[in-house]
């Protein structure tokens, strides 16, 4: 592990999931330790998006912005919101000089798939919609997230090739959860890493699925057997991570499919350490991340 991460790992909350409410306690108590970003080039608005439910948004729009992106917050489709989210999709506005439509989606074991998975494709639709009101034009559209958040960014990309929906431009995935069956060597081994680990996910997935299995590509798009006529992606995955090899099998896949793929695993990471700020590979990831989204969506 690198060794700025790994004075830090103490500090992280158990990795579990078995208490939904105590568990989005602590979530949002790590989320509000983050120091937080600057938003003083961008203007950022709370807003309602019209559905079966409505869905609320955070948007963040940079001066001049290029592009959108329809972003997706982590915490194992059980936790988070758009508060916990902030600090990231500020950085992510900030470093790629697109608009970032942060959305709130309904949260399992309440609301399981495919609620969240429509609230996205809701949120998509409308971001589609009002790109003239937010400053893009509707061919400069990306979709992503951490995590759960990747997983759904996913999901719902195959959905909008297979229905022709609203066409998306990139896909930024990073650390997706994308399948359920848990049978890589890093979902089967991974047993004690770092704030996500085998029982974890296995938890995660449960609450998300109602306790069944995965049965469409819509809930784990791992699933999906056809890959074909996907937006360019990047994959980024953490060393140290449970999604590790899943993550790496869907971009190979994606590749093989003739989808525009770029990969990178980062070595020493554990899942969500970017988190640890004071971490020198904590601040290339974020960089990163802003660095591809500015390329894709660049004119």
């Known amino acids: 592990m690198d060794p700025e991460l790994e004075a830090f790992v103490a500090l992280f909350p ?10 989005r306690e602590s979530f949002a108590k790590l989320a509000t330790s983050i120091p937080q970003p600057d938003t003083s080039g961008m203007d950022v608005e709370d807003r309602i998006v019209p559905g079966d439910p ?11 912005a290029q592009g959108a992106i329809v972003w997706l917050h982590g915490g194992g489709y059980v936790m988070g919101n758009l508060d916990t989210e902030h600090p990231w999709a500020a950085r992510i506005a900030e ?11 309904r949260l399992a074991p309440e609301n399981p798939f495919p609620a969240a998975f429509d609230d996205v494709y809701t949120v998509l639709n409308w971001t589609a919609g009002h790109a003239a009101e937010l400053g893009v034009t509707p061919d400069r559209i990306a979709i992503g997230g951490h995590s759960a958040g990747g997983g759904l960014a996913a999901a ?13 431009r990139f896909q930024l995935l990073n650390q997706p959860s994308l399948d359920d069956r848990q049978e ?5 081994n991974f047993t004690d890493t770092p704030w996500v680990n085998r029982d974890k996910i296995s938890s995660m997935w449960g609450h998300y699925l109602g306790g ?6 819509y809930a784990a798009a791992a699933l999906a057997t056809d890959l074909t006529g996907l937006p360019p992606a990047y994959v980024a995955s ?3 991570c449970p999604n590790r090899d899943e993550d790496i099998e869907y971009a190979v896949r994606l590749m093989q499919a003739g989808v525009s793929v770029e990969l990178h695993q980062w070595p020493g990471t554990f899942h969500g350490s970017q988190a640890i700020l004071s971490a020198e590979v904590s601040h290339r990831q974020i960089a990163e991340l802003g660095g591809v989204l500015r390329r894709a969506l660049a004119e």
């Open 184 to 188: 890589t060597w890093s979902a089967v």
């Open 238 to 240: 953490a060393e140290l």
């Open 156 to 168: 719902v990309a195959l959905r909008a090739r297979d229905e022709q929906g609203p066409p998306i």
């Open 212 to 217: 069944r299995p995965a049965t469409s590509p």
């Open 54 to 64: 409505d869905v609320a948004i955070r948007v963040y729009r940079p001066r001049d």
């Open 95 to 105: 470093g790629s000089g697109a608009v970032v439509i942060s959305v709130n989606y």
């Open 14 to 23: 158990p990795a579990t999931l078995t208490d939904p409410a105590v568990d």
